[in-house]
């Protein structure tokens, strides 16, 4: 079946680090991957996202490469900052549309 | 653009109470998805609907979870009767089906109803 497997967290980061939180799946066929953010208090966001294997989803200076090979779309930044703490969800999409979520990741970005 | 509704945002009841939730989603938006977010994990679909119609049910607990979608706009959410391990935050998210498809639109999440169930 569809699986996304994330690393655990909390995550604990310093100002300006750099950030990778690893994500792996297991799907049946050619999924959409995607990273979503939950900020405290709010609802999910939409954070980046790829459609097909080696494509590059990125936006507020996060990464996220869609690897066939390996099966992962690591999320990565190169410098965080205190207002990226949050819990970041990976998941997938299979062909009839359902996302499927890992078990999110929570970062901690100390100043 | 208004972003998907819900309401209320906290909801404390006792076992075997119900309950009912209610989303509005991004105007134009033809489907509307349920999700329950248990504590420490990730959202799981609940049901997802097509205008009025439902997609896929297959992880809604029916003996106790009922949903509907009525003029394919708003949508309701009720648990009857309620359970000490249905305490968790319910996410209302839709999306349209844009130009390739049923499911292969971004999903546009509300801010979610946390429910205590004690």
């Known amino acids: 079946g569809n699986s996304v497997t994330q690393m655990e967290g909390p995550v604990t980061l310093s100002e300006e680090a750099f950030l990778t939180i690893n994500c792996t799946y297991t799907a049946t066929g050619y999924p959409s991957l995607f990273w979503y953010v939950q900020y405290p208090g709010e609802g999910l966001q939409l954070l980046l996202k790829?459609?097909?294997?080696?494509d590059k989803g990125s936006n507020k200076g996060f990464e996220a490469t869609y690897r066939k090979e390996t099966t992962s779309f690591h999320l990565e930044k190169g410098s965080v900052q205190v207002s990226d703490s949050a819990v970041y969800f990976c998941a997938l999409k299979n062909q009839g549309g359902k996302l499927i979520f890992g078990q999110g990741t929570e970062l901690s970005v100390k100043p | 653009e208004a972003g998907v509704a819900q309401s209320p945002r906290y909801k404390i009841i006792e076992k075997r109470q119900s309950v009912a939730f209610w989303c509005n989603p991004i105007s134009g938006h033809a489907t509307l998805y349920w999700y329950q977010q248990i504590l420490g994990q990730g959202p799981k679909l609940l049901i997802q609907?097509?205008?009025?119609?439902?997609?896929?049910d297959s992880q809604l607990p029916k003996d106790r979870f009922s949903a509907e979608r009525l003029k394919g706009v708003d949508s309701t959410l009720k648990i009857q009767p309620a359970k000490l391990e249905d305490s968790a935050v319910y996410l209302c998210?839709?999306?349209?089906?844009?130009?390739?498809?049923?499911?292969?639109?971004?999903?546009?999440f509300g801010p979610g109803t946390r429910l205590t169930v004690l």
């Open positions: 609907f097509q205008n009025n119609g439902v997609v896929d």
């Open positions: 998210a839709s999306s349209s089906p844009g130009t390739s498809g049923i499911g292969t639109d971004t999903q546009y």
């Open positions: 790829a459609t097909k294997a080696d």
